[in-house]
């Protein structure tokens, strides 16, 4: 089955830099990958996802990539915010009637003021 | 409008017992899908129901759990024999028809359930 990869699992970054994380995943088939954001004892959250083809995704300050080839890809967050400490989590979803999503173990961004 | 409800928010209970959790979808969402949340872990998939087709079981750990969607709406996660790894955050969530198959897109807020 598929094996998702997040580092790192935790991440300190200055307000207003850029913090990314990154996630491998193991099965090729996967052509599903969203991210969620998960504030301190809220519910997850979905933020942005990206499919297999297309390279890259940007809504605001957030950004995915993708790389098939490498079998990897990232969360970008550009100008960050204290609103923006959370626990992120990756996922993947395998193509072909695996109805369901494997996630990475998270990654928790601090902003520091 | 209304989101994902579980309850209970919290359950406390002895090893041995038998516990039920409970979702409630957003009204007309027809994919239903619990999964669960070990303290500094991921989630980790245990079922998905989809319409009225059978549901995906293939993450259910053991048969001590099973689920149940009664009437394509409220869903049931039944944990026989409670042990105490079982602890955990239980979490529901829902998406509406056409949505990605295997995508949960509104969760709720879980059932925090602690085994003594």
């Known amino acids: 089955g598929e094996n998702v990869e997040q580092h790192p699992s935790t991440l300190s970054v200055q307000e207003g830099d850029s913090a990314v994380i990154k996630c491998t995943y193991s099965d090729s088939a996967s052509n599903y990958f969203p991210w969620y954001k998960q504030e301190l004892g809220k519910r997850p959250q979905l933020i942005i996802d990206i499919r297999s083809n297309v390279g890259e995704k940007k809504d605001q300050r957030i950004a995915v990539t993708l790389n098939k080839t490498a079998k990897h890809f990232s969360l970008h967050i550009t100008e960050t915010q204290p609103e923006d400490s959370a626990v992120y989590f990756c996922?993947?979803?395998?193509?072909?009637?695996?109805?369901?999503?494997?996630f990475g173990t998270g990654t928790r961004l601090t902003i520091i003021p | 409008g209304a989101g994902v409800s579980q309850s209970p928010s919290n359950k406390v209970t002895e090893k041995g017992k038998d516990v039920e959790l409970r979702c409630d979808p957003i009204s007309g969402h027809t994919a239903l899908y619990w999964y669960r949340q070990s303290l500094g872990q991921g989630l980790e998939f245990l079922i998905y129901?989809?319409?009225?087709?059978?549901?995906?079981k293939s993450g259910l750990p053991s048969d001590r759990f099973s689920a149940e969607r009664t009437g394509g709406s409220v869903s049931t996660l039944t944990i026989q024999r409670t042990q105490q790894e079982d602890s955990a955050v239980y979490l529901c969530?829902?998406?509406?028809?056409?949505?990605?198959?295997?995508?949960?897109?509104?969760f709720g807020d879980g059932t925090r359930l602690s085994i003594l």
């Open positions: 969530a829902s998406s509406p028809q056409g949505s990605d198959r295997g995508l949960p897109r509104h």
């Open positions: 996922a993947a979803r395998t193509h072909f009637g695996n109805e369901k999503l494997t």
């Open positions: 129901f989809q319409g009225n087709s059978a549901p995906d």
